[in-house]
């Protein structure tokens, strides 16, 4: 029972290198989302999936791009890194329906320092 | 656009004292949450509270919604130094126009001190 599981836990890049960091769960949910955790502003969302095959911007969704590989797989892609966007980042999925009352589970995090 | 504003962002408690953290939302929300978070890890889910007048209770916490006050408290009685931890609330609007994207507060922290 893994849950969300979010590669890599840790990664520093060097400003203008990309990287993809990959998420992906097991428990058949249909919605997926990454956030940024930032210092005193909570979690923000960058980028969500309502079901396979679709993707929207969230609330910062600048300078990243996403892919809803299958149903199971989310990533979230960093084209040309910039010192900002330096944060955690966070993974979570949710099922659909009143199933464990519209629960969203998350990944355990990638911790990403751009400098 | 759903807002959500915690207070307090930080607070320091003695062991055995009461407190309550207060989560105030902008808009209409379908239901509400409360996270915790330690040091350096992921969030574990406390509880979801979907209807207005609705209390949940687990251990020494205890998490309400009015929905007409736009209001949820997470309630801390008789803290203990475990509860340290950072605490969050977070909405989903109803008319989301798809995705139920939680809305995040930005997150009370609380320090217990022996």
């Known amino acids: 029972n893994a849950g969300v599981t979010q590669t890599p836990k840790f990664q520093v890049l060097k400003t203008g290198q990309s990287m993809t960091l990959q998420c992906a769960q097991d428990m058949n949910h249909n919605s997926m989302y990454w956030y940024r955790q930032d210092p005193g502003m909570g979690l923000r969302l960058i980028y969500y999936s309502a079901s396979e095959g679709t993707t929207d911007k969230g609330e910062v969704p600048n300078g990243y791009n996403v892919s809803r590989l299958n149903k199971r797989e989310f990533s979230l892609r960093l084209e040309s890194a910039a010192p900002s966007q330096t944060s955690v980042y966070f993974c979570a999925s949710r099922t659909r329906g009143r199933q464990l009352l519209y629960g969203y589970t998350f990944g355990s995090g990638t911790r990403l320092t751009v400098v | 656009e759903l807002k959500v504003e915690q207070n307090p962002l930080f607070l320091s408690m003695q062991e055995g004292k009461n407190y309550t953290i207060y989560c105030n939302y902008s808009?209409?929300?379908?239901?509400l949450y409360w996270y915790r978070q330690d040091p350096g890890k992921s969030l574990e889910s406390l509880f979801v509270?979907?209807?207005?007048?609705a209390v949940k209770q687990e251990g020494r916490l205890m998490a309400s919604l009015d929905t007409k006050a736009r209001l949820s408290t997470l309630h801390i009685t008789a803290a203990v130094h475990d509860l340290s931890a950072t605490y969050f609330c977070?909405?989903?609007?109803?008319?989301?126009?798809?995705?139920?994207?939680?809305?995040f507060g930005t997150g009370t922290q609380l320090k217990v001190e022996l």
């Open positions: 977070a909405g989903v609007p109803i008319l989301t126009g798809g995705g139920n994207k939680l809305t």
């Open positions: 509270l979907l209807s207005n007048g």
């Open positions: 808009t209409t929300s379908d239901r």
